[in-house]
């Protein structure tokens, strides 16, 4: 009778064990649904903080905030720079805002750029939701002009031609400025 007694005390105990053990782990579960997963490229994109002008933008990546500057374009000067605000970079700076602020974007790389620039930015395309590319649409509509650093050809540089010369063609945005 005694080891009856003891084996069924020990297997209400084991029992017991195996349901804190699925709470546990169910409440585990569940708590890592809710929590953020930092994203990658692949995923659903990065989160812009915030932009700082048409070319340069600010995403989160985890915890960290880091800073992008656009692949390809350059966007007129703002009050902000050193060299005071250059004709439509008000303008510019707002589309930027318009298009990518508080919304995911995913950067791509380019193997014949360098990962970052002198400022420690992130040098990437940026995508859009849309799945727009951002600098070939900056640069159609007028915001942006084509950029090649160095001389160093990239991988869009024939599409961003293109489309400044379609803007510039007609006088759209900052091909408009005097």
Not at 17 to 25: A, E, R, T
Not at 48 to 58: A, F, Q
Not at 113 to 141: C, K, N
Request: proline fraction near 2%; include cysteine.
């Amino acid at each position: 009778m005694k080891i009856r007694s003891s084996f069924i005390k020990y297997f209400f105990l084991a029992l017991l064990l195996v349901v804190i053990l699925y709470i546990d782990y169910f409440d585990l579960v569940n708590n890592k649904a809710d929590e953020e997963v930092p994203l990658s490229a692949d995923e659903e994109g990065y989160l812009v903080s915030s932009v700082v002008d048409g070319d340069t933008l600010v995403v989160l990546v985890g915890d960290t905030k880091e800073t992008v500057r656009v692949l390809g374009i350059d966007t007129p000067e703002t009050k902000y720079s050193e060299r005071g605000e250059e004709c439509y970079g008000t303008e510019a700076t707002d589309e930027a805002r318009r298009l990518l602020s508080g919304r995911r974007v995913v950067l791509t790389t380019d193997d014949t750029q360098a990962d970052r620039d002198s400022y420690d930015r992130l040098l990437r395309y940026v995508t859009l939701p849309d799945g727009g590319d951002y600098g070939e649409v900056m640069i159609h509509e007028g915001f942006a002009e084509e950029y090649t650093f160095k001389g160093i050809s990239y991988q869009k540089q024939k599409m961003y031609q293109d489309a400044e010369n379609s803007a510039r063609a007609i006088g759209l945005g900052l091909w408009g400025c005097e």
